[in-house]
């Protein structure tokens, strides 16, 4: 079993939330991986979140998502790339399967959201299901994956926070919600106890102007050096160039909305240079006359520029 130092972790900088790289069949294509990790190492990125949203996670069956981890960790091993696995399931079982595995390929944390068909109506039920899963990687870093578009699950985070103790090796929070009050609030825990990611790639200034540090974007991808300006702009009090940057967030994020989100992302990767397959079902990918739609729309925005 390999570990990493749990105390001494911090996700940190950009963290990239890869696509799950398929053939046209639907199958696994594993060989993609090493060229997505050295895309995001190039690009200034400091780790990769896997078999999350932008993963396909929950459409994988969980033999699928190991041998996707696993890849991860083969081709991070060593490297500068730390390693998030996503192990959330409404199978409290399959979600503690995953935190072993995890833990046993030598990944840097494990991440869970919550169950989401018969979802925990209380914070207290929520740290009830989420305890034995942090607990079978007691020797990861836990961050519960707070994404109530995808979920449903609208419980105060502030409230979890106050209850994470109970789970020894809980870590923070990956916070992919517009909510920028309650990210403040969740900030501010204790004096900043918690490790709080900002999920929300288009409204990434905003929270930076809240103290946010560490990131998981699914557009760090393909446009990370856009984001990497922003920071850089933020800090040096360049606030007309960090607008810039973030204007051309919001213009991409649109683009992929109007034509689905991850569909459109795996499009964009492919048009990047990296071919991530088309996504499975029950998401279907572009169709030839969408891509051409949505490389007109980049084309308009600059993208092919400013996303180097």
Not at 117 to 140: M, T
Not at 196 to 211: F, H, N, T, Y
Not at 247 to 266: E, M, N, Q, Y
Request: aromatic share 8%; with cysteine.
């Amino acid at each position: 079993m390999l570990c990493h130092p749990m105390n001494d972790f911090e996700l940190g900088g950009l963290i990239a939330a890869p696509f799950t790289p398929f053939t046209k069949d639907g199958e696994l294509n594993l060989d993609a991986i090493e060229k997505q990790a050295s895309r995001l190492v190039e690009t200034g990125v400091k780790g990769a979140f896997v078999c999350g949203t932008t993963g396909e996670g929950l459409s994988m069956s969980t033999e699928q998502r190991m041998r996707v981890a696993q890849r991860w960790a083969e081709v991070c091993r060593g490297g500068s790339l730390k390693l998030i696995v996503h192990v959330g399931h409404n199978s409290q079982t399959d979600a503690i399967a995953l935190a072993v595995h995890a833990q046993k390929i030598g990944a840097h944390a494990v991440s869970a959201l919550p169950p989401f068909f018969f979802k925990p109506g209380r914070v207290d039920h929520l740290v009830s299901f989420l305890c034995p899963v942090a607990g079978a990687a007691p020797e990861l870093p836990f961050y519960f994956y707070h994404i109530p578009s995808m979920t449903g699950v609208t419980l105060s985070m502030y409230e979890l926070l106050q209850s994470a103790a109970k789970i020894p090796n809980f870590r923070g929070i990956k916070f992919t919600h517009g909510d920028l009050m309650e990210f403040e609030r969740c900030k501010r825990f204790e004096n900043g106890r918690y490790e709080i990611a900002w999920g929300v790639d288009e409204m990434l200034l905003g929270a930076l102007a809240l103290g946010a540090t560490p990131a998981v974007g699914s557009t760090y991808n393909y446009a990370a050096p856009n984001y990497t300006r922003m920071i850089t702009a933020f800090k040096a009090g360049d606030v007309t160039t960090a607008r810039t940057c973030a204007a051309r967030s919001v213009d991409l994020v649109s683009i992929l909305l109007r034509h689905g989100g991850l569909r459109t992302g795996k499009a964009l990767m492919s048009l990047s240079g990296i071919d991530c397959g088309p996504t499975i079902s029950p998401v279907e990918p572009l169709s030839s006359d969408e891509i051409s739609s949505v490389r007109q729309s980049l084309e308009e925005i600059g993208f092919f520029e400013w996303r180097k």
